[in-house]
Structures are given as structure tokens and as C-alpha cells.
Nanobody
Framework: QVQLVESGGGLVQPGGSLRLSCAAS????????MGWYRQAPGKQRELVAT???????NYADSVKGRFTISRDNAKKTVYLQMSSLKPEDTAVYYC???????????WGQGTQVTVSS
């Protein structure tokens, strides 16, 4: 079982930066993929970025070049560095852990990111 706790969300002005953190605990199975998803009001949850246990990354086109995902396996933490934030980035951001071998998904509770002037 994997537990995920997100942090780092908040209110930021357009063009600003924010870093989200997701601390994992429990059995971190490999291979795995960790990622960030977001859900805006009235919209379905969408993928933002993912990173594998061997640091292969993938980004949504809408955030490519602005967001950077990384992970620290020693700390069991995945990060999302967000720069040049836009109002369209406003959403609840969720951390995800996927155990590929067992096809298992775990989710955090989410952290609110609001980009507004």
C-alpha cells in the first residue's frame, strides 16, 4: 500500500512560480510511474506530467517548457516545479503513483493551485 500527501499549493499571480511536493510512504513497488494530474472546476481530471522510477518524463503539451517534474527516491518524494503560471493552470493538483507490474493506482488528496491577479 502507498500513501501520498501533496503540499505546496496556494495562490500565485500570473507569471509566478510554485513548487508542489508529494511525499510517498509505504511499499514503493517498482517499476512504477509517479505523476501529477489536475482537475479544474467542471472539467475532468487530466494528466500534467509523469516520471518513471528511472527518470523518464512525460508532459502535457499545455505545460511543456513551463513545468518540470522530478523525484527524489531517497526521500520518496516527487516534485512539480511550475513556472510562468497562467490562470488556466488553476486546478486541484493530485499526485499519482502507479505500480506498473500490478496495475495499481494510488492518489493523494490534492492541493489547490490558484493563479490569479
Amino acid at each position: 500500500q502507498v500513501q501520498l500527501v501533496e503540499s505546496g499549493g496556494g495562490l500565485v499571480q500570473p507569471g509566478g512560480s510554485l513548487r508542489l511536493s508529494c511525499a510517498a510512504s509505504g511499499s514503493i513497488f517498482s517499476p512504477n510511474v509517479m505523476g501529477w494530474y489536475r482537475q479544474a472546476p467542471g472539467k475532468q481530471r487530466e494528466l500534467v506530467a509523469t516520471i518513471t522510477n528511472n527518470d523518464n518524463t512525460n508532459y502535457a503539451d499545455s505545460v511543456k517548457g513551463r513545468f518540470t517534474i522530478s523525484r527524489d527516491n531517497a526521500k520518496k518524494t516527487v516534485y512539480l516545479q511550475m513556472s510562468s503560471l497562467k490562470p488556466e493552470d488553476t486546478a486541484v493538483y493530485y499526485c499519482n503513483f502507479r505500480a506498473l507490474t500490478w496495475i495499481l493506482d494510488y492518489w493523494g488528496q490534492g492541493t489547490q493551485v490558484t493563479v490569479s491577479s
